[in-house]
């Protein structure tokens, strides 16, 4: 099954600032990762997702993907209380998905 | 509006007695699955449905049975529930496979008692 491994935190970020969320995984064959987000007792929202090599930005999210070092990464931008939440890193998969329990972050006022 | 429906919100029953929480999406997906969520442990799938007539286990099958006679819904059934099923259950579904965003259901909280 595909995993990963991510810091269960809690990270703590003032407001305004970078928050970043790593991610690791062990099977060389995953070629897409997601990046959710789950609020206490909500169910899980996409927030970005990444296929290729590189960086993809959309606002203030940047999703970072390194095929090579088996690394995944999500960067917030201007970090707002707003992103106090858990954040999941997912790779695709054919069938079935695994979202382990994330990492949470809390954006301190 | 595109979106994932759960039925019931919110259920309290008891050991033994069946129960089914329905699950029905608006979007023509294929991939549609089932997990539960409990504390420390993250989200685990149960069942998945690739398409119509189309069912596999997941992490955490046992005790958990599912349907899928129909495109756009995908129910869960408890035959005989027990306590170690009480947690919160999500539905989600995709255009065709795992490897697409999921949507995801407002979630089902079950306490078996």
């Known amino acids: 099954q595909k995993e990963v491994e991510q810091n269960s935190g809690p990270l703590s970020v003032p407001e305004g600032a970078i928050a970043s969320l790593n991610c690791t995984y062990s099977d060389r064959g995953s070629q897409s990762f997601f990046w959710y987000r789950q609020y206490s007792g909500k169910s899980p929202e996409l927030i970005m997702f990444?296929?290729?090599?590189g960086d993809k930005e959309d606002g203030r999210f940047t999703a970072q993907l390194n095929k090579a070092s088996q690394y995944v990464s999500l960067l917030i931008r201007d970090s707002q209380p707003s992103d106090s939440a858990t954040y999941l890193c997912?790779?695709?998969?054919?069938?079935?998905?695994?979202f382990g329990t994330g990492t949470r972050l809390t954006v301190i006022p | 509006e595109a979106q994932v429906t759960q039925n019931p919100r919110y259920l309290i029953t008891v050991t033994g007695k069946k129960l089914t929480v329905t699950c029905s999406q608006n979007?023509?997906?294929?991939?549609m699955s089932w997990y539960r969520q409990d504390p420390g442990l993250g989200l685990r799938q149960i069942y998945y449905s690739m398409n119509v007539e189309v069912t596999d286990k997941g992490d955490v099958p046992e005790g958990y049975k599912v349907s899928r006679k129909e495109k756009r819904n995908f129910p869960l059934i408890l035959e005989s529930p027990s306590p170690n099923q009480t947690s919160l259950y999500f539905c989600a579904s995709s255009i065709s496979t795992a490897n697409q965003p999921q949507h995801f259901g407002d979630g089902t909280r079950l306490s078996i008692l």
């Open positions: 990444i296929y290729s090599n």
């Open positions: 979007m023509n997906h294929e991939y």
């Open positions: 997912v790779p695709g998969g054919a069938n079935n998905l695994f």
